[in-house]
């Protein structure tokens, strides 16, 4: 089963085999209803008789479908009827530049209703502990680092006790995640889904037929939603072929192949994908360290993650490593205040890689679990700035030869294909091991991520869904892609 089957299958009780099933019935039936009012216009016709005997089909409406023949459905689309829910080609009357209305919830499984998670958070009083009055103690700028060797080497084997609340690789981080987090997603991604369905939507409307003109507009609409060049390019070739085969020519049907495919394709190309975070295996802190250019939300995710593994019941540690931009060590600190972890500082301008290194001994001698580092907005084509980043990673990693166990590159979701440029040229300095994106309830076209992972093969593990504490999750591919085309994928077989 695809990755679109099982999607529509887990969130709607039925995949698409089940779809077109009650879709041949409903045709039989329908066929079968027919031919017993002929039957019966002519028996009355016969009888001559004045007495109304009307047929009743056996189950006049057991089997619903949206449109019963094509010229019903021809109908649909250029009138559109009073229930939008699952046909979002329904309203190509929309002007281009309206915002689509959010169609009605489609009927959720039991799972999905259930879930109510708060959206406000109320930010933590700061934990009274030794930990927070440490915040910004480190006045000790080390001019190089590089060569700057620890006066004292720590045997962390030796020397560590067993540390009960160490991070275990396992599921443990996501013990404080909402059990359910598929409202989130799905109020989160509004805009992206929104935006995205009117573009979808303003596409089929020009639909006429499958031909030249057909496919330009599609790679054009798909390349604007952000999926990338080649993903478009590969769709679109695909997808000559699926057409032809499965001989779309209705709108419904043409809309179905496309979403599937786009589905499907996210799918395969995501088999050996692990999205999860990798953490220290044995009692050593778990250092992540965070990449990525300015303003992308670096600061804010940071601050998210203490967040969650504070809630934990873990030790963390933050490292003020952007001492570039002013500002940014006091809005770190401030994170560090409402979450009431402590913040590893200096002053601003010292050598990043001091900072980080007065961190990861910090974290090492008083057993902190997890050390999250903020480093400065680099811009992807300064190539000193690169050059710092590789620094603070290789000091990282002689104090903790496994650490840092993830370097996430933070990308803003709603830049598109910046994101993508972004994304290769840090990862060819610093091998990011997975990507943060953030801002997907904002304009984006929520199509990057698509890009991100057909082209690109790196692995999102978290994303921002608002700015409050609680607005990230790790990222969950078959909700997001629900989250994303929900009324599409819903729709898609319906029509
Ligand atoms: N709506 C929304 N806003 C976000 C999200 N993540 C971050 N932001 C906002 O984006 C802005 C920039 O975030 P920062 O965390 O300061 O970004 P940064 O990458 O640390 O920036 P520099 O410190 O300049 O490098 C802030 O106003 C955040 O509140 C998100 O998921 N959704």
Same mark, same amino acid.
């Given at each position: 089963?695809?990755?679109?089957d099982?999607?529509?299958?887990?969130f709607?009780?039925?995949?698409?085999s089940?779809d077109?099933?009650?879709?041949?019935?409903?045709?039989v +039936?329908?066929?079968? %209803? /027919?031919?017993?009012?002929? @039957?019966s #216009? =002519?028996?009355?016709?016969? !009888? &001559?008789?004045?007495?109304e005997?009307?047929?009743?089909p056996?189950?006049p409406?057991?089997?619903?479908?949206p449109?019963?023949?094509?010229?019903t459905e021809?109908?649909?689309?250029?009138?559109?009827?009073?229930?939008?829910?699952?046909?979002?080609?329904?309203?190509?009357e929309?002007p281009?530049?309206?915002?689509?209305?959010?169609?009605?919830?489609p009927?959720?499984?039991?799972?999905?209703?259930?879930?109510?998670?708060?959206?406000?958070?109320?930010?933590?009083?700061?934990?009274?502990?030794?930990d927070s +009055?440490e915040?910004? %103690? /480190?006045?000790?700028?080390? @001019?190089? #680092? =590089?060569?700057?060797e620890? !006066? &004292?080497?720590?045997?962390?084997?030796?020397?560590?006790?067993?540390?009960?609340?160490?991070?275990?690789?396992?599921?443990?981080?996501?013990?404080?995640?909402?059990?359910?987090?598929?409202?989130?997603?799905?109020?989160?991604?509004?805009?992206?889904r929104?935006?995205?369905?009117?573009?979808?939507?303003?596409?089929l409307?020009?639909?006429?037929?499958?031909?030249?003109?057909?496919f330009?507009?599609?790679?054009?609409?798909?390349?604007?939603?952000?999926?990338?060049?080649?993903?478009?390019?590969?769709?679109?070739?695909?997808?000559? %072929?699926?057409?032809?085969l499965?001989?779309?020519?209705?709108?419904?049907d043409?809309?179905?192949?496309?979403?599937?495919?786009?589905?499907?394709?996210?799918?395969?190309?995501?088999?050996?994908?692990?999205?999860?975070?990798?953490?220290?295996a044995d009692?050593?802190?778990?250092v992540?360290?965070?990449?990525?250019?300015?303003?992308?939300?670096k600061?804010?995710?940071?601050?998210?993650?203490?967040?969650?593994?504070?809630?934990?019941?873990?030790?963390?540690?933050?490292?003020?490593?952007d001492?570039?931009?002013?500002?940014?060590?006091?809005?770190?600190?401030?994170?560090?205040?409402?979450?009431?972890?402590?913040?590893?500082?200096?002053?601003?301008?010292?050598?990043?890689?001091s900072?980080?290194?007065d961190?990861?001994?910090?974290?090492?001698s008083?057993?902190?679990d997890?050390?999250?580092?903020?480093?400065?907005?680099r811009?992807?084509?300064?190539?000193?700035?690169?050059?710092?980043?590789?620094?603070?990673?290789?000091?990282?990693?002689?104090?903790?030869?496994?650490a840092p166990?993830?370097?996430?590159?933070v990308?803003?979701g709603?830049?598109?294909?910046?994101?993508?440029?972004?994304?290769?040229?840090?990862?060819?300095?610093?091998?990011v091991?997975?990507?943060?994106?953030t801002?997907?309830?904002?304009?984006?076209?929520?199509?990057?991520?698509?890009?991100?992972?057909?082209?690109l093969?790196?692995?999102?593990?978290?994303?921002?869904l608002?700015?409050?504490?609680?607005?990230?999750?790790?990222?969950?591919?078959?909700?997001?892609?629900?989250g994303?085309?929900?009324?599409?994928i819903?729709?898609?077989?319906n029509?």
């Open positions: 089963m695809g990755l679109f099982r999607i529509k299958k887990a709607t009780g039925k995949d698409s089940e077109k099933d009650l879709e041949k019935k409903s045709t +039936e329908s066929e079968k %209803e /027919s031919d017993q009012k002929v @039957e #216009t =002519e028996q009355t016709d016969v !009888e &001559q008789n004045t007495e005997t009307p047929v009743e056996e189950e409406a057991a089997v619903e479908t449109e019963e023949s094509e010229s021809e109908k649909a689309v250029t009138e559109p009827t009073p229930e939008p829910e699952t046909k979002p080609i329904e309203k190509p929309e281009a530049t309206s915002e689509p209305e959010e169609p009605e919830e009927e959720q499984p039991e799972k999905l209703a259930e879930v109510e998670t708060p959206k406000t958070v109320v930010p933590e009083e700061p934990k009274e502990s030794e +009055e915040t910004v %103690e /480190s006045e000790t700028p080390k @001019e190089d #680092t =590089e060569s700057a620890p !006066e &004292q080497p720590v045997d962390v084997s030796d020397t560590e006790e067993p540390n009960e609340d160490a991070v275990e690789p396992t599921d443990t981080e996501t013990e404080a995640e909402p059990k359910d987090d598929i409202k989130e997603y799905d109020e989160g991604l509004k805009k992206s929104n935006s995205f369905s009117a573009r979808f939507n303003r596409f409307a020009n639909f006429r037929s499958v031909d030249e003109d057909f330009d507009d599609l790679e054009e609409l798909l390349i604007e939603s952000d999926v990338g060049y080649e993903t478009a390019m590969r769709i679109s070739d695909e997808l000559r %072929e699926e057409v032809k499965e001989n779309a020519k209705k709108r419904s043409v809309s179905n192949v496309i979403v599937q495919k786009l589905v499907d394709m996210y799918g395969e190309e995501g088999k050996e994908e692990d999205n999860s975070l990798k953490f220290s009692k050593t802190p778990t992540f360290l965070f990449v990525g250019v300015n303003g992308a939300g600061t804010t995710t940071v601050g998210k993650l203490a967040h969650r593994y504070q809630q934990q019941g873990k030790k963390v540690l933050l490292a003020a490593a001492t570039f931009r002013a500002g940014a060590i006091e809005q770190l600190q401030e994170w560090g205040k409402r979450d009431g972890v402590p913040v590893q500082a200096s002053k601003a301008h010292t050598d990043p890689a900072v980080v290194y961190a990861v001994q910090r974290a090492i008083e057993d902190f997890i050390l999250l580092v903020d480093t400065a907005g811009l992807q084509n300064k190539e000193g700035l690169m050059r710092e980043l590789e620094k603070i990673k290789r000091v990282i990693t002689r104090e903790l030869p496994d166990q993830e370097v996430l590159l990308l803003d709603s830049t598109g294909q910046n994101a993508l440029s972004q994304a290769k040229q840090f990862n060819e300095t610093t091998q091991s997975g990507i943060v994106l801002k997907l309830d904002g304009s984006s076209q929520g199509g990057i991520v698509l890009a991100i992972r057909n082209e093969h790196i692995p999102v593990k978290l994303v921002g608002g700015e409050q504490m609680d607005d990230l999750r790790d990222f969950d591919p078959e909700k997001f892609i629900y994303l085309f929900k009324e599409l819903v729709g898609a077989s029509k």
